[in-house]
């Protein structure tokens, strides 16, 4: 059986702080449309930001 520990388990998040420092970085730099799609398939939702208004979106987005 193996084995917890919280020193293990705390090393590995102190080592992944570069990897989250990086995607903060590219959240920064990629620009973003105003259109946002939440969901997949028949049930996604698409939300326009900033103007309050949600419509059905055009077509179907891809999952996984």
Known sequence: ?????????NLGKLLR????LAGRIG?????RGRVWVFGCGPAS???RSR???SSAPTG???CG
């Open 1 to 9: 059986m193996a084995s917890f520990s919280f020193g293990a388990g």
């Open 51 to 53: 103007s309050g208004t």
């Open 27 to 31: 959240v920064l730099l990629v620009p």
């Open 45 to 47: 939702v698409m939300v």
């Open 17 to 20: 702080i570069p990897l989250y």
């Open 60 to 62: 179907t987005t891809r």
